[in-house]
Antibody, heavy 119, light 107 residues
Framework: QVQLVESGGGVVQPGRSLRLSCAASGFTFSNYAMHWVRQAPGKGLEWVAVISYDGTNEYYGDSVKGRFTISRDNSKNTLYVQMNSLRAEDTAVYYC????????????WGQGALVTVSA | EIVMTQSPATLSVSPGERATLSCRATQSVNNNLAWYQQKPGQAPRLLISGASTRATGVPARFSGSESGTEFTLTISSLQSEDFAVYFCQQYYNWPRTFGQGTKVEIK
């Protein structure tokens, strides 16, 4: 069965960096685009970024463009997001999610990793 | 950016009753619309894609429809496990955008 497990969350000071990872299993990772979606405490969902199956194309939400970088290592079945210049408003649970295959919707989701940006 | 607006914010429904949730887009999304269900402390779960296609394993009491830029998720007879928050998402344009959610609570 499809499994996505995020790691790397924690508390970080404003202006600092953090990298999240998402380990995938149960499907052929290299065949699928992958997303990051976040959810601030008590709020709705915000799409963050997507990367193509081979890593050659990336798209970002406006609020993270220029600060976050999505990447993947298909040899390790792992998705990443490098988050730089973190702000308090980046505090959220970050979910990785599998794309349906056409840069579309998210058909499977991980359980999320909490990132707290605080001094 | 396409803005997705869901209504109502909260819907109070008795078990066994019908629930109708709405999602409106500020421009055409060409039926590239998904619905997700999220229960407290859990990740979202895909319910519907393409405005009306149920995901694998989703009960038939969930149905989706569209009329131009208006989309509807209907739960025909609410079960206890259906009380949750529901989000719509467009995947037609960049950036992908979600509605703010509708909470379906027990009346």
């Amino acid at each position: 069965q499809v499994q996505l497990v995020e790691s790397g969350g924690g508390v970080v000071q404003p202006g600092r960096s953090l990298r999240l990872s998402c380990a995938a299993s149960g499907f052929t990772f290299s065949n699928y685009a992958m997303h990051w979606v976040r959810q601030a405490p008590g709020k709705g969902l915000e799409w963050v970024a997507v990367i193509s199956y081979d890593g050659t194309n990336e798209y970002y939400g406006d609020s993270v463009k220029g600060r976050f970088t999505i990447s993947r290592d298909n040899s390790k079945n792992t998705l990443y997001v490098q988050m730089n210049s973190l702000r308090a408003e980046d505090t959220a649970v970050y979910y990785c999610a599998r794309d349906n295959g056409h840069f579309g919707f998210c058909d499977y989701w991980g359980q999320g990793a909490l990132v707290t940006v605080s001094a | 950016e396409i803005v997705m607006t869901q209504s109502p914010a909260t819907l109070s429904v008795s078990p066994g009753e019908r629930a109708t949730l709405s999602c409106r887009a500020t421009q055409s999304v060409n039926n590239n619309l998904a619905w997700y269900q999220q229960k407290p402390g859990q990740a979202p779960r895909l319910l519907i894609s393409g405005a009306s296609t149920r995901a694998t394993g989703v009960p038939a009491r969930f149905s989706g429809s569209e009329s131009g830029t208006e989309f509807t998720l209907t739960i025909s007879s609410l079960q206890s496990e259906d009380f949750a928050v529901y989000f719509c998402q467009q995947y037609y344009n960049w950036p992908r955008t979600f509605g703010q959610g509708t909470k379906v609570e027990i009346k």
